[in-house]
């Protein structure tokens, strides 16, 4: 097969043969590592079928069946060995170069220590097998290596270790479970250690291990307590038992993901792991929880039940991210995490499906696997999940679950088996919700109503559609949750319809007034919502909403209509005002007492200009800009008083909430004059903690303060030997909105703390610059469409799976004027040019120039 001929869902076969053990005997060294893999295989197909295995960048040195040189043929891609045996044992002896391979897939070096990345199809670099999901297979692994590298570590339980001759040492594991190639997993190296234990349900003492580089000890504590706090909740929320005797979690610095759920020994990338208050922020503490929570929820929802195929991916990465979603909400503030997830789905994945890359949870066909780990399987699918999860009820949808666990622990299934077991379990019908797993693009929901007084009735139309589906795509199942409220702020109705046609009309009955209603709340399901609202409902719905969620909701919408009324201004050559009912309302958040300061915070984080891009068909960039910077000085000019306010009362609360409101406020005071430039520098020189050393930082460089460049030296002296806080400072720099930000980056790649070779330092620099500096890569004169595309081409050799990802802006231009199209599409066909494009790129290239 071409290695840009698509695959297809359809294409799906089981396969020829099955591998039942597997004996995996790894000898390591830096450019040299051997491994011997002894297979036991059995024929599940026609007599006549060859084995074909994957594999690929190894050295093949030797094929056995049953200890004798077996028949083969080699491609750059596959082996294809030739037998007529049923069952035999198969030893495939490989060499590997560990330290040479910069992809980060299969086995390699990170830092002089040995690990590896196996999904989604990293396996066939280690040796040469049927690498895809549905072959479950049971794993030993002896690992030697040098003393050097006193751990080696591997899935399931150490049955053995020793010293050998020579100064090597070696070890043993078993891992019980059977598994597919993608959940392997090796890490050999030096480490520090921290160890820890948890009691399960059923009284079993687990061993906790979480190892980092040495010297990093003091920051492994938080990723510990997020590991016992995640299976604390997962026996109490789902009744789900780890089932091993160790849990060991390995942070690593060269990572392409954020963590990985190989089966009892997680690989984390060290962002979501390492953390103290001097130098990681709130946001980090709170990201390692989820990450950390969400590979371990994976053992029961990706390990011990997993996919069948590639495109059953949401299947456990949709179900795990609301799994770990709920944990986060449980442990902390339910309102402000919900709003963290709708802002991913509204913010990215609505990006997502209205650009070229558009696919369903459920893909129906793909080049490279590695473009499918997307916003829309990941965040869309837990939608889904959180959807069926309003349909069904807390008490149905642990039902389904448990069904879903006893029908199919141990085995490779489909989307279609999880619905058909929630469905089962609960007697809902869900044969129409299924839909959502099939239809690429987001549906629009337009909504009209009409109050009737004589009859004290109010109605409401809803009607859904879905531009990239298409008028033949069936209608979907949509929850749609609503309020309604009085003129008094009272509420009247609060119920979840179900929308199941293309134009239905729900009525209600014996309502006494005209109501306000707040539609879709919660986002209820991943879906635009068309209904033009007043600005006195937005407001009346920011004040008195049972939701806090739909209070932040109301007040994106409010701030939102204001911007584009005002681009509307513009592209009549007007001039731009605001409606002084939009200020009150948000200075109204800020003097509530009632509101917790992190949902005020949420609301004082207006709209981004990538954001706003999301709301609109057409966009006229530079009129966006302008009108946002207006909206956001002004409404920051005629609330200083009580921002100034905030800012002071909760710099006396040393909690995440107060800090959130503390430096959201910092912020818009910044945006009022260079005045409180003492208040940054102040917080910059007497901070405590990372939150607000960012904070301050994060101030000055927005609104591009006299004192920005003295704190970031300041910063970078400072933190100069911490690559995570330096990271974090290469972010600032890239998305400083200033004409001569692209040199700045030019010169800080040639910086020492940079490294095109590191995964993390790529997407703090240049991912961060494309994704996050929204003005200066769509600069008029191309410049920033052409400086990603010459990064793209370096990496395209050293890591086309961090290319493919950080090009996403390049490819998303059909809302842009026909000058910023044009450019993007030539700085895309100069990379589809290429003679050795990878597969990661040339799929998305190929897609946006169709």
């Given amino acids: 097969m071409s290695q840009t001929q698509a695959k297809h869902i359809t294409d799906y076969r089981t396969p020829d043969f099955t591998i039942e053990t597997i004996a995996l005997d790894v000898n390591l060294a830096p450019h040299q590592t051997r491994v011997i893999a002894t297979s036991q295989v059995r024929r599940l197909g026609a007599a006549e079928a060859s084995l074909v295995l994957d594999g690929e960048s190894m050295q093949l040195e030797s094929v056995k069946i049953d200890g004798t040189d077996a028949e083969y043929q080699l491609t750059e891609q596959a082996l294809t060995v030739t037998t007529d045996a049923d069952i035999f044992t198969l030893e495939i002896v490989t060499l590997l170069d560990p330290a040479g391979n910069s992809s980060l897939e299969g086995l390699y070096m990170s830092d002089g220590a040995y690990c590896t990345q196996c999904e989604a199809e990293g396996f066939r670099r280690i040796t040469y097998f049927l690498d895809r999901p549905d072959v479950l297979a049971r794993y030993t692994v002896r690992i030697e290596a040098d003393s050097s590298q006193p751990f080696l570590l591997s899935n399931g339980n150490l049955v053995a270790s020793g010293k050998l001759d020579n100064g090597r040492h070696f070890a043993c594991w078993e891992d019980p479970f059977p598994k597919p190639s993608y959940l392997f997993a090796l890490v050999a190296g030096d480490f520090d250690l921290l160890q820890d234990s948890f009691t399960t349900m059923s009284g079993r003492e687990v061993t906790l291990q979480v190892f980092v580089d040495k010297g990093n000890l003091s920051k492994a504590g938080h990723a510990m307590a997020s590991l016992k706090n995640a299976m604390a909740w997962d026996e109490r929320r789902f009744g789900l038992e780890y089932d091993l005797d160790i849990y060991m979690l390995v942070a690593v610095d060269f990572f392409n993901m954020g963590a990985m759920e190989n089966k009892g020994l ?483 790649r040639t910086h020492g703390a940079f490294s095109m070779q590191n995964p993390n330092r790529v997407r703090a620099l240049i991912g961060s610059f494309a994704a996050g500096n929204t003005a200066q890569f769509h600069r008029k004169d191309g410049q920033g469409y052409q400086f990603l595309t010459d990064c793209l081409i370096e990496l395209n050799k050293v890591n086309p799976q961090v290319a493919a990802r950080i090009m996403i802006p390049l490819i998303q231009f059909s809302k842009f004027d026909a000058t910023r199209q044009q450019q993007m599409k030539a700085c895309l066909a100069q990379l589809q040019a290429m003679p050795d494009l990878a597969r990661d790129l040339y799929e998305k290239v190929e897609k946006a120039l169709a």
């Avoid at 039902?399 to 088996?417: N, P, S």
């Avoid at 009549?572 to 409606?579: A, F, N, P, S, W």
């Avoid at 800090?659 to 945006?671: I, M, P, S, V």
């Fill in 266 to 748: 997680n690989i984390f990338n060290t962002k979501y792991v390492l953390a103290d208050t001097a130098s990681a922020t709130d946001d980090d503490y709170h990201g390692i929880e989820s990450v950390v929570g969400h590979e371990y929820f994976h053992n029961w929802t990706g390990n011990r039940v997993t996919c069948r195929d590639w495109f059953q991916l949401s299947l456990k990465e949709g179900l795990t991210v609301f799994r770990d979603q709920e944990f986060s909400s449980d442990m902390g503030s339910r309102a402000v995490n919900r709003i963290h997830a709708i802002k991913v789905i509204q913010n990215q994945q609505f990006a997502e499906d209205s650009g070229p890359m558009a696919h369903p949870i459920r893909p129906q066909s793909v080049i490279e696997m590695n473009n499918f780990y997307t916003v829309t399987v990941y965040n869309k699918g837990a939608e889904v999940i959180r959807m069926m999860h309003t349909l069904l009820g807390e008490a149905g949808f642990q039902q389904g679950m448990k069904l879903y666990f006893e029908r199919h622990d141990g085995q490779a299934v489909t989307c279609d088996d999880f619905v058909s077991a929630m469905q089962d379990a609960s007697g809902v019908d869900l044969t129409q919700f299924r839909h959502w797993y099939e239809q690429a693009g987001t549906p629009v929901v337009t909504v009209s109503d009409h109050y009737d007084a004589e009859l004290r009735r109010y109605s409401l139309t809803i009607s859904q559609t879905n531009p990239v589906a298409g008028e033949q795509a069936a209608p979907l199942h949509i929850p749609f949750d609503i309020e309604l409220l009085g003129a008094d702020g009272q509420s009247l109705l609060s119920k979840v319809l179900d929308v199941k046609e293309k134009q239905q009309t729900f009525v209600f009955d014996n309502i006494d007034c005209q109501v306000v209603p707040s539609l879709l709340q919660n986002f209820s399901a991943p879906v635009r919502l068309k209904y033009r609202f007043t600005v006195d409902q937005l407001v009346h719905l920011m004040r008195y909403a049972a939701s806090d969620v739909a209070r932040w909701e109301a007040s994106v919408a409010l701030v939102s209509q204001a911007i584009w009324d005002n681009v509307a201004k513009l592209a009549q050559g007007e001039g731009m005002v605001l409606d002084p009912r939009v200020t009150d309302a948000f200075r109204g958040a800020l003097l509530d007492s009632q509101l917790d300061p992190a949902l005020v915070a949420e609301i004082l984080n207006i709209p981004s200009a990538q954001a706003l891009i999301e709301q609109a068909d057409t966009v006229a960039l530079d009129h966006l800009f302008a009108a946002r910077e207006f909206v956001l000085e002004e409404m920051a000019s005629q609330c200083e008083d009580e921002l100034l306010a905030s800012y002071r009362a909760m710099g006396f609360v040393d909690t995440p909430a107060a800090r959130a409101l503390k430096n959201a406020a910092l912020n818009w005071l910044c945006q009022v004059n260079e005045a409180h430039e003492t208040l940054v520098q102040y917080q910059f020189a007497q901070a405590e903690n990372m939150t607000d050393a960012l904070g301050a930082l994060v101030a000055a460089n927005q609104a591009n303060l006299p004192c920005r460049d003295t704190l970031m030296v300041e910063f970078e002296t400072q933190w100069q030997g911490t690559p995570l806080v330096m990271d974090k400072w290469f972010t600032l720099q890239a998305t400083q909105n200033s004409d001569s930000v692209i040199d700045q980056i030019k010169v800080l």
